[in-house]
C-alpha cells in the first residue's frame, strides 16, 4: 500500500480556482492508477477525476469536466487536481486515492489506500 497526503485545500469564491495536491509515499508510487473523490455533507463520496500509472490516461465525472484537470508527476510520487470555474456545489472534502490495478477507474472499490481528505469550500 501507499501512503498518501493531500494539500491545497481552501475557502474560494465561485468562479475561482485552487490546485489540490497528493503525495504518496514508496517507490511504487508509478504503478498505481490515482483519483480523486470527494464528499459532501449528507452525501455519498463519489468519483471526481483519476488518472492510470503512465498519466496517459484520464477520466473525470460529468460534473466536473472541463473545469478540472487531473495530472501527475511520477519522478515526484505526486498527483494534482486543478480546479477552475469552481461552483458552490464543488464544496465536499477532496479525497486522494490509489487503486493497484494501475488504470485510471472511476469505480470506488478499485481504490485500496486512501488519504486523510481536504476540504474545498466555495462561497456563492
Known amino acids: 500500500q501507499v501512503q498518501l497526503v493531500e494539500s491545497g485545500g481552501g475557502l474560494v469564491q465561485a468562479g475561482g480556482s485552487l490546485r489540490l495536491s497528493c503525495a504518496g509515499s514508496g517507490r511504487t508510487f508509478s504503478r498505481y492508477g490515482m483519483g480523486w473523490f470527494r464528499q459532501a455533507p449528507g452525501k455519498e463520496r463519489e468519483f471526481v477525476a483519476a488518472?492510470?500509472?503512465?498519466?496517459?490516461?484520464?477520466s473525470y465525472a460529468n460534473s466536473v469536466n472541463g473545469r478540472f484537470t487531473i495530472s501527475r508527476d511520477n519522478a515526484r510520487n505526486t498527483q494534482s487536481l486543478q480546479m477552475n470555474s469552481l461552483k458552490p456545489e464543488d464544496t465536499a472534502v477532496y479525497y486522494c486515492?490509489?487503486?493497484?490495478?494501475?488504470?485510471?477507474?472511476?469505480?470506488?472499490?478499485?481504490?485500496?489506500?486512501w488519504g486523510q481528505g481536504t476540504q474545498v469550500t466555495v462561497s456563492s
Open positions: 488518472i492510470n500509472w503512465s498519466g496517459g490516461s484520464t
Open positions: 486515492a490509489a487503486a493497484g490495478r494501475g488504470t485510471a477507474s472511476p469505480r470506488y472499490s478499485d481504490y485500496g489506500s
